[in-house]
């Protein structure tokens, strides 16, 4: 592949991160022009653009070394890193964003007890995210059965196809109105700021560093 000379950020095109990540990348000094298609952003004074795609999709253009860097939930990269294949290029999470903040937890229907992850021993758990939860299942050395869903993971337990789910959580709305409830928590998520853990030799590496540091000026200021 060509080396690019302009840097390369990809983000989600419609989302919860959308409007927050453009306006952090606004507050550290870059605007966008939206191209017509929509797929790309093109930067109007640094040579920064913006590919705008699904979440999911964001870390692995990152490991192909389509995109530099990727703004996207803990959980996605997590899950990336946890489910790509050895030899795949690692990904690290250069800076929190404080936005996007929500819980990868296990809820359990509202009646059952839970005390402790062995509770769930035999039981079906539905997730969107089946690398985070077995990587958990096994640290708790508790065997039970993932099964993955794309959406709608919420409902599984009304439908019987379930006895527990995996899912993020950030008020507990959804939750109660599928009667169900908080019973564990997984992982803390918020958005990141994702890219290879080497940066690249060449011009870009230099912007990520001014990004970096414009990046750490906006979010001090905020705190
Ligand atoms: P896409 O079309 O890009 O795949 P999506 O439906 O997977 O969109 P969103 O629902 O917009 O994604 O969520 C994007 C991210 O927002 C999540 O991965 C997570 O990090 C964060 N988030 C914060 N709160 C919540 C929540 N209550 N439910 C889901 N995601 C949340
Ligand atoms: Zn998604």
């Excluded at 708790?140 to 993932?146: F, I, L, N, R």
Aim: glycine share 10%; charged share 25%.
């Amino acid at each position: 592949m060509k080396p690019r000379d302009r840097l390369r950020i990809a983000m989600q095109k419609s989302g919860r991160l959308t409007e927050p990540a453009l306006d952090l990348l606004n507050r550290c000094g870059l605007t966008f022009r939206q191209s017509r298609d929509k797929l790309f952003c093109f930067g109007e004074g640094e040579p920064v653009d913006l590919l705008l795609v699904r979440d999911d999709d964001i870390p692995g253009l990152i490991a192909q070394g389509v995109c530099d860097l990727g703004i996207v939930g803990r959980n996605v990269l997590h899950e990336f890193q946890g489910t790509a294949g050895e030899g795949a290029t690692a990904l690290t999470e250069w800076r929190p964003l404080g936005f996007g903040r929500c819980r990868l937890s296990i809820a359990v229907p509202q009646e059952r007890d839970y005390r402790e992850p062995a509770d769930l021993a035999s039981q079906r758990i539905a997730t969107s995210y089946p690398g985070l939860l077995n990587a958990w299942l096994r640290e708790k050395q508790v065997a039970a059965t993932v099964i993955t869903l794309a959406g709608s993971v919420e409902i599984a337990p009304r439908l019987g196809t379930a006895d527990a789910i995996c899912d993020l959580v950030q008020s507990g709305g959804t939750l109660v109105a599928n009667q169900l409830r908080e019973a564990d928590v997984l992982l803390q998520s918020e958005a990141v700021l994702a890219g290879p853990q080497t940066l690249p030799a060449d011009e870009r590496g230099d912007m990520i560093e001014l990004l970096l540091k414009r990046l750490d000026g906006v979010i001090q200021v905020r705190e």
